[in-house]
């Protein structure tokens, strides 16, 4: 595997499921990320991870849980989530600038979500 | 605060005509990098170029040209001869230097090409 991979890559859930998503990245990278993209909006950042501590919330449900246990994997776990969270979930990663490498994130192919 | 505006929601060329996309972008600061990203219809963002605000060469890529003006705050993108490959949603992006890579999306073109 190379670069960024995603599991699943569609995901159908009802609102009182609980499921996860995968992201890992092969690439060496210190940094990942997760964005939600709805349809006709920006990408919202959700979650930043830098050496495995969160670095940033911007404001994110609790609904939505991430989880860093190494610098390659990152998770989003989900409960009782709403219509409205159906969207293109991507995962991104990068080398922190903080050591001093690049700062292009490196997106995984998404997950396609849809609540019910 | 950062703002990037992607004034064109929507294009559509046939292919070999040329093409080009807006960024227009807000910062207070006076280090930045800008980017931009291709999302093919697989979802996936493909990172095409990544400029600092010191270098304001332009630059080109095969038939990707990239013209980065300070004075207009614009960092705009254009394909030469589309292909119908081309077609997806270009975003174009910023991040502050201080913020390593958090980066500040604009809300993508999306160009069609047509055959």
């Known amino acids: 595997e190379t670069g960024v991979t995603q599991t699943p890559r569609h995901l159908v859930m009802g609102m009182t499921n609980k499921k996860s998503l995968k992201c890992e990245q092969h690439l060496g990278h210190n940094a990942m990320y997760w964005y939600k993209q709805s349809a006709k909006k920006p990408l919202e950042l959700m979650f930043v991870?830098?050496?495995?501590?969160?670095?940033e919330n911007n404001s994110v449900p609790s609904r939505f849980s991430p989880e860093c246990p190494n610098s390659s994997h990152l998770f989003l776990h989900l409960h009782t989530l709403q219509p409205e969270d159906s969207a293109l979930y991507l995962c991104?990663?990068?080398?922190?600038?903080?050591?001093?490498?690049?700062?292009?994130?490196?997106f995984g192919p998404g997950t396609r979500l849809t609540v019910l | 605060a950062q703002k990037v505006t992607q004034a064109q929601t929507e294009i559509s060329v046939v292919e070999k005509e040329d093409v080009t996309l807006d960024c227009v972008y807000e910062?207070?600061?006076?280090?930045?990098?800008l980017f931009w990203y291709k999302q093919p219809p697989s979802g996936e963002l493909v990172f095409l170029i990544r400029r600092n605000s010191f270098d304001e060469q332009n630059e080109i890529s095969g038939r990707y040209s990239w013209n980065f003006q300070k004075s207009t705050s614009s960092f705009n993108f254009t394909i030469t001869a589309s292909q119908v490959v081309d077609s997806a949603v270009y975003f174009c992006?910023?991040?502050?230097?201080?913020?390593?890579?958090?980066?500040?999306f604009g809300e993508g073109t999306q160009l069609t090409v047509n055959p």
């Open positions: 991104a990663s990068s080398q922190d600038r903080t050591s001093g490498g690049w700062n292009e994130q490196f």
């Open positions: 992006a910023l991040s502050r230097e201080t913020s390593g890579s958090r980066l500040t």
């Open positions: 991870y830098s050496l495995e501590e969160r670095v």
């Open positions: 910062t207070r600061d006076t280090t930045y990098y």
